[in-house]
T-cell receptor, first 114, second 115 residues
Framework: AQSVTQLDSHVSVSEGTPVLLRCNYSSSYSPSLFWYVQHPNKGLQLLLKYTSAATLVKGINGFEAEFKKSETSFHLTKPSAHMSDAAEYFCVVSDQQAGTALIFGKGTTLSVSS | EPEVTQTPSHQVTQMGQEVILRCVPISNHLYFYWYRQILGQKVEFLVSFYNNEISEKSEIFDDQFSVERPDGSNFTLKIRSTKLEDSAMYFC?????????????FGAGTRLSVL
């Protein structure tokens, strides 16, 4: 069975400092992995996706994530946080063998202070 | 940029009443989904829909739930007799194709409050 664990429910950083949001997954097959972001009163927006191509994936707004099969991790990083990055971030796994449903982590709230 | 639209943004209802949550998927998408997020919990898959049929559903999606595409643009989720525990944020999503490689695009959600 698939599952996703986001290791931090809340991360606080200062503007201009690096961001690290941690995600571990469990999947029986070759997973596809995603990071979605949700700003207040907005829909879930796709930040980036991994689907068995390059293990380092670049997304929008300067975010990137690295797929590490040996560690079953897909951590999200950004070198320098911006105030507009404050939002809820969801790590998501999908398994081609298991159908179309996306499996979400609980989410990490990112706060950015000036 | 095309987006998934959900209405209303907030729905308040009395326990036992029927509610219909509405979604307008992206126009060239063929696969439609409903998810929900109870406050403080994970976003959970409810159902996927293709070619006017349910293609996959979770164990949450019991007989009180139904989905429909009543016309060429709307995709609805009906809850027949709401319970307190149905209070949640409901997200609609759509995708061009199916499978893990297809991106699901989400709406902003409808917050359902059952009193």
């Amino acid at each position: 069975a698939q599952s996703v664990t986001q290791l931090d429910s809340h991360v606080s950083v200062s503007e201009g400092t690096p961001v690290l949001l941690r995600c571990n997954y469990s999947s029986s097959y070759s997973p596809s992995l995603f990071w979605y972001v949700q700003h207040p009163n907005k829909g879930l927006q796709l930040l980036l996706k991994y689907t068995s191509a390059a293990t380092l994936v670049k997304g929008i707004n300067g975010f990137e994530a690295e797929f590490k099969k040996s560690e079953t991790s897909f951590h999200l990083t950004k070198p320098s946080a911006h105030m507009s990055d404050a939002a809820e971030y969801f790590c998501v796994v999908s398994d081609q063998q298991a159908g179309t449903a996306l499996i979400f982590g609980k989410g990490t709230t990112l706060s950015v202070s000036s | 940029e095309p987006e998934v639209t959900q209405t209303p943004s907030h729905q308040v209802t009395q326990m036992g009443q029927e509610v219909i949550l509405r979604c307008v998927p992206i126009s060239n998408h063929l696969y439609f989904y409903w998810y929900r997020q109870i406050l403080g919990q994970k976003v959970e898959f409810l159902v996927s829909f293709y070619n006017n049929e349910i293609s996959e559903k979770s164990e949450i999606f019991d007989d009180q739930f139904s989905v429909e595409r009543p016309d060429g643009s709307n995709f609805t989720l009906k809850i027949r007799s709401t319970k307190l525990e149905d209070s949640a944020m409901y997200f609609c999503a759509s995708s061009v194709g199916q499978g893990a490689r297809n991106i699901q695009y989400f709406g902003a959600g409808t917050r359902l409050s059952v009193l």
